[in-house]
C-alpha cells in the first residue's frame, strides 16, 4: 500500500490530453512540500519527467505539464504520443516518515 | 555527463546480505546526496535511503533497522548493505543522485538498476 495513490491505469487516443492524479495526505503533499513525477519506459530506469510541481527538466516536451492543490497533484499531458506509453510515478516528501514517498504508479495506455 | 552504475551479486541467499555498490563518474561526487530505491518485480519504487560525501544517512523507518548506507569518496562510490534479506527484497536496486534541498528533494540522475533476487 502506497503512501500516495495513484490510478492504476489510464488511456488515451493519439493527439488526446490525459490526467494522472496523486493524493496524498495532510503530512506529504497536504503540507505543500514538493511533488515530482517520473516516467519509466519498459524495461527501463525511471526517468525524471517534472519536479517542484510544475518544473520541467532540460529535454521534457511543454506537452507535460504539473499541478498541485490541497493533497491531491496532477500531470497533465497533452497531444498524446506512442512513445508516451510508460509507467507513471508521482514522490513527495512525509513529514511522519521523515523521507521519500512514492506513488504506487500509474500505467498510460496510448490506444 | 554524471553516470551512475550498480554492481553486485545477482542472486543472494535468504538471511544472508545483500550488498550492492554505485559508483559514480564523469560529475562531482562531494557535493551531492546519493540514493538507493528499489522496485519489486512488477511493482513500485520505494525510497531506502540516501548518504552525502561526508557520511551523513536518512533511512525508510520499514527498513532502518535492516539499512546501511556507506560512501567511499577515494573511489566516487556508495554501498547498500541490507542484512537479513527474504523473497520480499527480491527487487532491482537503483542507485540515484538526489537533488534539491531538504526535504524537497528529488532524483534527477539514475542508474540502470541491478536486478537482485533472493533464493536459496
Known amino acids: 500500500q502506497s503512501v500516495l495513490t495513484q490510478p492504476p491505469s489510464v488511456s488515451g487516443a493519439p493527439g488526446q490530453r490525459v490526467t494522472i492524479s496523486c493524493t496524498g495526505t495532510?503530512?506529504?503533499?497536504?503540507?505543500?512540500?514538493?511533488v515530482h513525477w517520473y516516467q519509466q519506459l519498459p524495461g527501463t530506469a525511471p526517468k525524471l519527467l517534472m519536479y517542484?510541481?510544475?518544473y520541467r527538466p532540460s529535454g521534457v516536451p511543454d506537452r507535460f505539464s504539473g499541478s498541485k492543490s490541497g493533497t491531491s497533484a496532477s500531470l497533465a499531458i497533452t497531444g498524446l504520443q506512442a512513445e508516451d506509453e510508460a509507467d507513471y510515478y508521482c514522490?513527495?516528501?512525509?513529514?511522519?516518515?521523515?523521507?521519500?514517498?512514492f506513488g504506487g504508479g500509474t500505467k498510460l495506455t496510448v490506444l | 555527463q554524471v553516470q551512475l552504475q550498480e554492481s553486485g551479486p545477482g542472486v543472494v541467499r535468504p538471511s544472508e546480505t545483500l550488498s550492492l555498490t554505485c559508483t559514480v563518474s564523469?560529475?562531482?561526487?562531494?557535493?551531492?546526496?546519493w540514493s538507493w530505491i528499489r522496485q519489486p518485480p512488477g511493482k513500485g519504487l520505494e525510497w531506502i535511503g540516501y548518504?552525502?560525501?561526508?557520511?551523513?544517512?536518512n533511512y525508510n523507518p520499514s527498513l532502518k533497522s535492516r539499512v546501511t548506507i556507506s560512501v567511499d569518496t577515494s573511489k566516487y562510490r556508495f554501498s547498500l548493505r541490507l542484512n537479513s534479506v527474504t523473497a520480499a527484497d527480491t527487487a532491482v536496486y537503483y542507485c540515484?543522485?538526489?537533488?534539491?534541498?531538504?526535504?524537497?528533494?528529488?532524483?534527477?540522475?539514475w542508474g540502470r538498476g541491478s536486478l537482485v533476487t533472493v533464493s536459496s
Open positions: 540515484a543522485r538526489r537533488e534539491g534541498g531538504y526535504p524537497n528533494w528529488h532524483f534527477d540522475l
Open positions: 564523469g560529475g562531482s561526487f562531494s557535493s551531492s546526496y
Open positions: 548518504i552525502n560525501y561526508s557520511g551523513s544517512t
Open positions: 495532510s503530512s506529504n503533499i497536504g503540507s505543500r512540500y514538493d
Open positions: 517542484a510541481d510544475t
Open positions: 514522490q513527495s516528501f512525509d513529514s511522519y516518515l521523515g523521507g521519500s514517498v
